[in-house]
Nanobody, 120 residues
Framework: QVQLVESGGGLVQAGGSLRLSCAAS????????MGWFRQAPGKAREFVAA????????YYADSVKGRITISRDNAKNALYLQMNSLEPGDTADYYC?????????????WGQGTRVTVSA
């Protein structure tokens, strides 16, 4: 079983930056692809970014390309999301997830989320 805990959310002005972290415990996630998803108020959860188990391959939603970078540190069992040039449309609860495969696929484990609020 894998437990995921997100941190780093908060209130930031438009144009600002935040770095989200996800700490995994219970077992190593080094063989799992991992991803970030977000859910804005009144909207469905949507994909933000994903990274392969080795960190070699990354994937991004079109809406965040060029502004957001996903990375991981398998030695620390951690996942990160560096968010720059934040926009009010980025306001959402952000969730960390882990797939059971080395490449993104069905996500089996989920964190509880961390809230990001971007003010205009």
């Amino acid at each position: 079983q894998v437990q995921l805990v997100e941190s780093g959310g908060g209130l930031v002005q438009a144009g600002g930056s935040l770095r989200l972290s996800c700490a995994a415990s219970g077992r190593s996630v080094s063989s799992y692809a991992m991803g970030w998803f977000r859910q804005a108020p009144g909207k469905a959860r949507e994909f933000v970014a994903a990274i392969s188990c080795s960190g070699t391959n990354t994937y991004y939603a079109d809406s965040v390309k060029g502004r957001i970078t996903i990375s991981r540190d398998n030695a620390k069992n951690a996942l990160y999301l560096q968010m720059n040039s934040l926009e009010p449309g980025d306001t959402a609860d952000y969730y960390c997830s882990a797939s059971l495969l080395c490449v993104p696929g069905t996500y089996r484990y989920w964190g509880q989320g961390t809230r990001v609020t971007v003010s205009a």
